[in-house]
């Protein structure tokens, strides 16, 4: 509770006594550190806070580490550089594998080693040291920090953010509650801030305004500061007398992520080291917390959202990492009876990177013919044309997702995780790149690569390449064929693999 206080007279002095009262779980406290009032006095460099019992310089905890993707406890922060708090710091992974200098990530030696962080960037503290310099000038930040250390040039970007950093944020917060069930239930709680360090918040929402969206629905009760907010916390802390602590912090960083060759040098993606490194400490339903919340907020109905709980006692997939078991097929043959078959096209037409138009005409053709043929449902739709909430409600009843290579086949984040989810990816004749496809396998999705008339699938994948063309606006596809291939794909055929 905060109160006003003034003496009598012309020159009133103003004093604010803050009181508060324990809440549930929380460390108990003296009467006497739970009302008392901010002194009178002019505060200088050495005088010093009044410091609550828990306000101390507690040392700094490594709970879990994924080069880019780690959650610490009590990370310290003052005049905008981290600091670890150990005795120990040959102990503890290289710093580089925690957080970069957040310079763009370009590939040149020089822009490599300009991504390197510095002293000022993270550093080390003994406990003796950080006695010295802040003594109990500790200011505690409660709850948990979600802290982006990125680059701008990914950020206002729907797959770059909420497909990757994002995800692998999501991916290793998850990590710490492996009973996470098919209705996304869950122990963990909501994030209280997101730290944007590069970024303010009119450029982040200007290009993808479905990426704040994600955040604010998702984790309503969540802060947002940006590089504004970072700036002034440094500003308060910049002669290093005192110290922000933050509690609980996950730390996402791109840059940190590149800088061992087996992430992402097998798979090219930002978010493998997240996903790998947490294997064995995750749930099959570690996302549907996500997308069950982005959907409830977007308005989708209960029965849509649920439609995982269909094949809950499942536990196999068809992403190609293994050879499907009999009761696999026996779960896949009867699937389509289960829940109602929805195939939704997202055009391109009106962008660059899109298909020939007499063969799309072709290709939206077939497939209308092949779902008024099955009695399934088709959506052909132009995602720019549609509000949030629709576009999430298209996404949250598809069965299969078909496009060519594009931002919005980012929208497979919210397919329901069912025996059939499948990703049909256009590209270029021997072009093929692993956003999508890397995305939709770690969610238990099928992938399929398709060029002209022929598709493929993991682990039989082309190689990435961008051949001249790839960006272009004549990529060929065979109407017929692809029609062809959705209707296997639903019927149970799948593609045959070396070896099955």
């Given at each position: 509770m905060l109160q006003q206080k003034s003496d009598q007279g012309d020159d009133p002095a103003w004093r604010w006594s803050f009181s508060w009262q324990s809440s549930e779980g929380r460390r108990s406290t003296s009467p006497a550190s739970d009302n008392y009032q901010f002194p009178l006095a002019p505060q200088t460099v050495n005088s010093p806070i009044p410091a609550r019992p828990e306000d101390?310089?507690?040392?700094?905890?490594?709970?879990?580490?994924?080069?880019?993707?780690?959650?610490?406890?009590?990370v310290y922060m003052a005049n905008s550089t981290l600091y670890f708090l150990t005795d120990e710091p040959?102990?503890?992974?290289?710093?580089?594998?925690?957080?970069?200098?957040?310079?763009?990530?370009?590939?040149s030696d020089a822009d490599k080693k300009a991504r390197e962080p510095s002293e000022w960037d993270i550093a080390f503290i003994s406990p003796k040291e950080a006695k010295a310099r802040w003594g109990t000038r500790v200011m505690p930040v409660r709850g948990w920090t979600f802290y982006v250390n990125e680059p701008n040039q990914f950020l206002g970007h729907y797959y770059h953010w909420v497909g990757e950093t994002f995800f692998a944020m999501q991916r290793v917060y998850a990590s710490l509650d492996p009973e996470i069930d098919v209705k996304g239930s869950t122990k963990l709680p909501h994030p209280s801030r997101f730290v944007f360090r590069h970024i303010d918040y009119p450029e982040w929402i200007k290009w993808a305004p479905i990426n704040w969206r994600v955040i604010q629905t998702l984790y309503p009760s969540a802060a947002v500061e940006t590089a504004s907010q970072w700036e002034q916390r440094g500003n308060i802390t910049r002669d290093n007398r005192s110290v922000w602590r933050f509690d609980q912090i996950l730390m996402a960083d791109r840059g940190a992520s590149f800088r061992e060759q087996l992430h992402p040098g097998r798979n090219h993606r930002t978010a493998s080291s997240a996903w790998e490194g947490t294997l064995n400490?995750?749930?099959?339903?570690?996302?549907e917390p996500v997308r069950r919340g982005v959907l409830r907020a977007a308005g989708v109905g209960e029965d849509v959202i649920d439609r995982p709980s269909i094949w809950a006692n499942w536990r196999g997939s068809f992403t190609g990492d293994q050879k499907p078991s009999q009761n696999d097929m026996a779960v896949l043959e009867k699937a389509q009876t289960l829940?109602?078959?929805?195939?939704?096209?997202?055009?391109?037409?009106?962008?660059?990177?899109?298909?020939?138009?007499?063969?799309?005409?072709?290709f939206v053709k077939s497939v209308k013919e092949l779902t008024t043929r099955r009695k399934w449902k088709f959506n052909h739709v132009f995602m720019e044309e549609l509000t949030p909430e629709q576009q999430l409600a298209i996404a949250a009843e598809t069965t299969i997702m078909i496009g060519v290579h594009g931002n919005g086949l980012t929208h497979l984040l919210w397919m329901p995780l069912t025996p059939l989810t499948t990703v049909m990816e256009i590209?270029?004749?021997?072009?093929?790149?692993?956003?999508?496809?890397?995305?939709?396998?770690?969610?238990g999705f099928t992938h399929y690569a398709i060029q002209n008339d022929t598709a493929y699938t993991h682990p039989t994948e082309p190689k990435v390449n961008y051949p001249k063309g790839f960006q272009g606006t004549t990529i060929p596809i065979h109407g017929p064929a692809v029609a062809k291939i959705i209707e296997d794909r639903i019927d149970g055929r799948l593609l045959p693999q070396p070896g099955w």
């Open positions: 101390a310089l507690l040392p700094t905890k490594l709970e879990s580490h994924q080069q880019g993707w780690n959650i610490l406890e009590n040959e102990k503890w992974p290289k710093l580089n594998l925690f957080t970069s200098s957040g310079y763009p990530l370009k590939w400490s995750s749930s099959r339903f570690w996302w829940a109602p078959v929805v195939i939704s096209y997202i055009s391109r037409q009106r962008v660059r990177r899109r298909m020939i138009d007499a063969d799309e005409a072709l590209f270029y004749p021997e072009g093929f790149a692993k956003d999508y496809e890397w995305t939709a396998r770690v969610l």
